[in-house]
RNA sequence: CGGGGUGUAGCGCAGUCUGGUAGCGCGCCAGCUUUGGGAGCUGGAUGUCGAAGGUUCGAAUCCUUUCGCCCCGACCA
């Protein structure tokens, strides 16, 4: 009944949500939360003609261009080269490696009919859900000796997985992504650059995304299909829950064997190569969403946000503008110089207050409002997007200190988001203690012991829907200890990271 | 694939039981007044009522068929 009631009572808030565009408070329903961050930031809407998918608006697309931007470049400064591979990948590759057909086949979509005909079984393509398969076909072709490894390829692309349930940017049918995909001479050194990759992705997230992330690695049962092992960052997100935000694999030598990647060795010996391959997607974006936003809408990191800093102008009469406006396009000018990216809303028609509002809905980091009053007495009211109050600046030395105020505020946001992290990490010995955090559909990140098991993973996510995140590289978490597993009471040596995950 | 719901203007919905001029709120457009935290008034535009067939003088409404979407299961990460 209470259910009842509540789900009800949740239905006409959401109803009046819509009608008025405003956000339902992360406290009351956090994914209707999330969906309203979306929308009213802009960011993007479900297609609905295509079942699954999204349309990523241009505000949602620009913060993806400023990801791609900077990953590209760490890829690049890490030796890696950019290219593409088709997007239809011939059935019969996904069956070559075994784990890997036995992983995806439930998801992979396929074409069946082409130029207007049906394509006979063994001419049918499938939508790349990933492409190990068809790059492994195109690295035997392109590595011959050890002179030509280590080959460092990485693919900016779009990929389907057929989902049953998705949500914006978190899982939907099509994303885009990177996959970097490289081949190595020896196992060893597929290892360091598995770790590299890694840590590229975890550095990129807590140095511009302000995302701290935990990096570990996947107990077999959540690893990529194929590989030997999977490495990951994992977030924690506003509701206490993991976002598995981006992960490399040692692929070992499983597609080079499936695909006959040979290579004549120093020694003049024939030998697999020894690949790797690692990925973010847009799904990033939803990490950046529910680490930041608020119940006033999205929050940005300056190094992500497209926009950083808002002008809004308040200007009414002829001789107010005439005041006002010369000011704020110098403003304008000289913020553009000092490398902020700036933009001046001087819409007519919408009162300022209505500006405010919006702006704080996209997640903008800083807003100016310049009126007469300002320009008379050379100070303008500035807001940053989580602060409480206003606070007046001089004119004339924003340009200077405006590049300053972004990068403490990007501090800010990261520190905000460690603290949180915090507070809702516990360190549980007890099955009783674990089932009481997770109670209710809550969760946080717990550090406890685990046996190794296959079985005892399976029954604790049975029993209270949690999973291993990841098992922590060294430093990750707390020190390797001997203890006893949470469930089943047999011996571990080290404590792993559980929580329920997106 | 099972159980339940739903489809009417860009969005959110009423109207369907009891057949009779297609409605409301928000948004949009125009004009005037407003403008330092979500403006007010006046006027205006917008619909194959999911689709097909049937009953009827007449169907958003009744009947049949069909398609899509949502929620809960199942499946998946």
Redesign the pocket.
């Known amino acids: 009944m209470l259910l009842l009631l509540d789900s009800l009572c949740s239905?006409s808030v959401?109803?009046k949500v819509?009608?008025?565009?405003?956000?339902t408070p992360q406290a009351e329903d956090f994914p209707s939360w999330y969906q309203d961050v979306v929308r009213?930031g802009d960011l993007a809407e479900?297609a609905?003609i295509v079942?699954?998918c999204m349309v990523i608006k241009p505000h949602g697309y620009a913060i993806w261009e400023k990801i791609q931007a900077d990953l590209d470049r760490r890829f690049k400064e890490t030796g890696h080269k950019n290219a593409y591979f088709p997007l239809l990948i011939p059935m019969s590759f996904i069956h070559k490696e075994a784990e890997h057909v036995e992983?995806f086949a439930?998801?992979i979509a396929v074409v069946t009919h082409a130029g207007g005909k049906e394509l006979p079984k063994d001419e049918q393509y499938c939508i790349r859900p990933t492409s190990e398969t068809i790059i492994g076909h195109f690295f035997s072709k392109w590595i011959d000796s050890y002179r030509d490894l280590p080959m460092l390829i990485n693919q900016w692309a779009n990929v389907m997985?057929w989902?049953?349930?998705?949500r914006m940017f978190l899982?939907t049918t099509e994303f885009l992504w990177q996959e970097g995909h490289t081949a190595h001479s020896s196992h060893e050194e597929a290892k360091e650059e598995v770790t590299r990759m890694l840590n590229v992705y975890g550095d990129f997230a807590e140095e511009v995304m302000a995302m701290p992330v935990i990096r570990g690695i996947k107990s077999d049962s959540?690893k990529?299909?194929g590989a030997l092992q999977t490495q990951c960052i994992e977030a924690m997100m506003r509701d206490g829950k993991a976002l598995?935000a981006g992960t490399s694999h040692d692929l070992g030598q499983n597609f080079g064997k499936a695909f006959d990647v040979k290579f004549q060795s120093e020694k003049g010996r024939e030998e697999y190569v020894w690949q790797t391959s690692w990925g973010v997607s847009t799904r990033l974006v939803g990490g950046l969403i529910m680490t930041h936003s608020d119940d006033?809408g999205l929050i940005l990191p300056p190094r992500l946000a497209p926009v950083q800093a808002v002008i809004v102008p308040?200007?009414?009469?002829p001789k107010e503008k005439e005041l006002?406006i010369p000011v704020v396009d110098k403003l304008a000018a000289d913020l553009k110089a000092a490398g902020v990216a700036v933009k001046v809303d001087d819409r007519?028609?919408?009162?300022?207050?209505?500006k405010?509002?919006?702006w704080?809905?996209k997640g903008v980091p800083l807003?100016i409002?310049?009126?007469?009053?300002?320009?008379?007495s050379g100070e303008?009211?500035t807001?940053l997007r989580v602060a409480d109050d206003?606070v007046k600046m001089k004119i004339d030395d924003l340009a200077a200190d405006v590049p300053g105020i972004l990068d403490t505020f990007q501090q800010t946001l990261l520190r905000r988001a460690l603290d949180f992290r915090k507070e809702n990490t516990v360190t549980v010995d007890s099955w009783s203690d674990f089932k009481d955090v997770f109670a209710d559909g809550a969760s946080k990140f717990v550090w406890c012991h685990w046996d190794g098991t296959k079985e005892t993973e399976a029954k604790i996510?049975e029993e209270t829907?949690v999973?291993i995140r990841c098992i922590p590289l060294p430093g990750q978490g707390p020190a390797p200890e001997d203890g006893k597993c949470i469930y089943s009471g047999n011996p571990s040596n080290q404590r792993v990271l559980m929580s329920k995950?997106?």
């Open positions: 239905e959401r109803r819509m009608e008025t565009g405003k956000i009213e479900v609905k079942k699954g992983g439930p998801e997985r989902e049953m349930h998705t899982r959540e990529f299909a598995q006033s308040i200007a009414r009469k006002v007519e028609g919408k009162r300022p207050g209505e405010y509002y919006e704080e809905r807003r409002e310049l009126g007469p009053r300002d320009v008379t303008a009211m807001k206003k996510k829907k999973t995950a997106y």
